[in-house]
């Protein structure tokens, strides 16, 4: 839905346009807690599947792509780091690099 969104408003807003997603993620890190916003300040990337992977010959290591980490707006996050310290609370907002996958369970390694 979001790259329908991107789409259609790109056809009618002339001049720079910044979209900002919100949603939901996990993370396995001491220092964040459930509720604590976290911003990818330093980059994001994406783990695709490799449908052409055959686990009984190929290298494990080939079973997914994992793409070059692309940084964001910096000016537009840290407004963003800086409004949600404002608004939820100083010390609940978390950066680091966001990791995103084209499918639920298969692309976060659970098949392997």
């Not at 692309?70 to 609940?92: M, Q, S, Y």
Request: aromatic fraction near 8%; charge should be negative; charged fraction near 25%.
């Amino acid at each position: 839905m979001v790259d329908f969104l991107a789409r259609e408003a790109r056809q009618i807003i002339p001049g720079p346009m910044a979209l900002v997603r919100y949603g939901t993620c996990g993370v396995m890190h001491p220092d964040v807690h459930v509720g604590d916003i976290i911003v990818p300040k330093d980059g994001s990337i994406i783990i695709q599947d490799n449908y052409d992977f055959d686990p009984e010959t190929d290298d494990k290591s080939k079973a997914y792509h994992v793409s070059k980490c692309c940084k964001g707006d910096e000016v537009l996050h840290d407004l963003l780091i800086k409004n949600f310290e404002r608004e939820v609370a100083t010390g609940r907002v978390a950066t680091g690099i966001d990791v995103t996958a084209d499918g639920f369970y298969s692309t976060q390694g659970y098949i392997l």
